[in-house]
């Protein structure tokens, strides 16, 4: 599963904030219906937000 | 049922009828177990898996949708593993090779789809390159899904949590 070569498309998990995805690819939200390709993503890792899937930093209100 | 640690880098688990294998170092947290049958298949309980939470049939059809070698099954008659076909992905009989790549094998990358589930969790699939607490990992063709609600107990990734809590979102 693992390969050492780095891939163009970076999912990172950032500390007790959001998931932060760049790069090339799909965002489909199924609960929404929505098909998009924004190129990079903050989103909502706590179930906070108000403004789900994404991220409106409300992590730090917790 | 009984747990038995003799199955070489992991564990099997048997009711009557069959045996499951769980190797979790094959494991890469595509979920598929969980949100499928987690009356069998809960990652928060000890032992993680329950025979007696459904049928065999509806456990057979759990383990087939695993998309490594983590979990694979088999009939404990030996003589009903003679006649399983193809669909049966996951029995111990068709261990998919191609899954334990060799190195230096080019391919071109597979496109990144990162689908956000009705109440449930972000679930990542393709070639991505994954960063968490400063480490970095490369996936190839992997799936992984990551907690949205917040309650997962094995952060950051989903661990089904989402589902007791009545997560919306």
Known sequence: ?62 | MERDKSFSGGRKYSSDEMTVYWKPEACIHASYCYRELIEVFDPGRRPWVDMKGSTTEKIIETVNMCPTEALTWKWNDEARNANITAENTNHVRFRRPELSRSEGLVAEEKPVIAKVMVDGPIVISGDFTVINDGATKVISEGIMSFCRCGESGHQPFCDGMHRKKGFIG
């Open chain 1, 1 to 62: 599963m693992e390969e050492k070569e780095k891939k163009t498309t970076t999912v990172e998990i950032i500390g007790s904030g959001p998931l932060k995805i760049s790069g090339n690819f799909i965002l489909k939200d199924i609960q929404r219906k929505q098909e998009t390709r924004p190129g990079e993503v903050w989103l909502c890792r706590c179930g906070k937000s108000s403004n789900k899937p994404f991220c409106d930093g409300s992590h730090k209100n917790r």
